[in-house]
């Protein structure tokens, strides 16, 4: 196991820990921002460790051009028929908005954080004391601003959707080189939902081995079976699209997870990391009084001394007092050295 457990905001995450959860708010606050304290509120009930935003506006993230490219045209999408910019201008959550959403947030013990997409988000960030940053998929080529969040010094979790290897090594060198000493590396697979059949989460023991740091998964599945599992391959994060209701429409809600099915997410992979554990064998002290229940050889019959025993007299039953059935062969015909009720656990001493 890695030793790359790391501290957020005084919270401990890593292998060791309990999976650390992150329900991500995204652009499911609607324009609203007293849904988007609702989410919060909401998430904080779960048992979600962490809310998460993005810092963004339509201006620093693309051109406000409805054509060619910046159109959304694949029919496929959820987004088809917009413009890019105009998606960012009904996802984007504004920056007054920061405040008030990551007080709340601390206020329910939760650890608030932000993806930022251009340095000037990492700047306004920086005045909200944020404890860890996040870098998006479709950002994680941008040494330049992964530079400037490293530059920090706070941790940093990065998306790896759609990286090949040589990419993931570019943006971990330009992220250590730059300051960042605690990294976390989410396993993601950037479609919008994702299916089960093409997350490939035996990549996080891979990401773990080969970048000497913490591993998660970034998850757009439906459901809570994919993050379990990846908790038993050693995600020691979950991040989560997180929505009061899916029927309340917005532009990342029919992939998000509801209020109960977060809390089952937290439960789950709780129990799931729990049941790791470490190889054993043999009885645990919680199994010990199951022993009793082990099939053992006791005396079927009335016996007296001097009698020989049989499979008539001699049967593999509960409870556990008696020799084990390995023995069976070798006491037959064994005669006893005393008398011997129906229902005496067969032992040595009985064929001394």
Not at 69 to 78: A, G, T
Not at 258 to 279: D, F, H, I, S
Not at 318 to 342: E, F, H
Request: glycine share 6%; proline share 5%; net charge negative.
């Amino acid at each position: 196991m890695t030793n790359s457990a790391i501290k957020i905001a005084g919270r401990m995450i890593g292998q060791g820990h309990v999976p650390f959860i992150i329900a991500e708010m995204s652009g499911n606050h609607n324009q609203s921002l007293e849904r988007a304290l609702q989410i919060v509120d909401a998430a904080a009930k779960t048992g979600a460790h962490a809310l998460k935003i993005q810092t963004y506006t339509p201006d620093t993230m693309t051109l406000d051009i409805n054509e060619r490219e910046f159109h959304i045209s694949d029919p496929k999408s959820l987004w088809a028929g917009t413009s890019l910019y105009k998606l960012y201008g009904e996802a984007y959550t504004p920056w007054e908005w920061h405040k008030p959403i990551f007080d709340r947030a601390r206020e329910h013990g939760m650890i608030p954080f932000s993806t930022p997409f251009d340095a000037s988000s990492v700047d306004f960030l920086e005045t909200l004391n944020v404890d860890v940053y996040k870098i998006a998929s479709f950002e994680n080529t941008d040494l330049p601003l992964i530079r400037k969040v490293a530059a920090t010094g706070k941790p940093i979790i990065i998306s790896t959707g759609m990286a090949s290897i040589a990419e993931l090594d570019d943006t971990v060198r330009a992220a250590r080189e730059a300051g960042c000493k605690d990294l976390i590396l989410l396993k993601c697979t950037s479609t919008y939902p994702a299916t089960a059949e093409n997350t490939n989460i035996l990549t996080i023991p891979h990401l773990r081995e080969l970048f000497d740091c913490e591993v998660g998964l970034s998850d757009h599945t439906m459901g809570v079976g994919v993050s379990i599992a990846s908790v038993a391959l050693g995600a020691s994060v979950i991040e989560k699209h997180f929505t009061l209701s899916r029927a309340d429409g917005g532009v990342d809600s029919t992939f998000s997870m509801e209020p109960a099915e977060m809390a089952q997410l937290v439960v789950e992979t709780e129990r799931a990391w729990q049941a790791l554990g470490k190889v054993s064998y043999g009885a645990t002290a919680a199994e010990s009084k199951s022993l009793l229940f082990r099939r053992t050889l006791y005396i079927a019959k009335d016996l007296q001394a001097g009698d020989i025993l049989t499979p008539e007299n001699v049967r593999a039953i509960r409870p556990g007092l008696g020799l084990p059935p390995k023995y069976y062969d070798i006491v037959m015909g064994k005669r006893i050295n005393q008398s011997a009720a129906k229902g005496t656990a067969l032992s040595w001493e009985l064929l001394k």
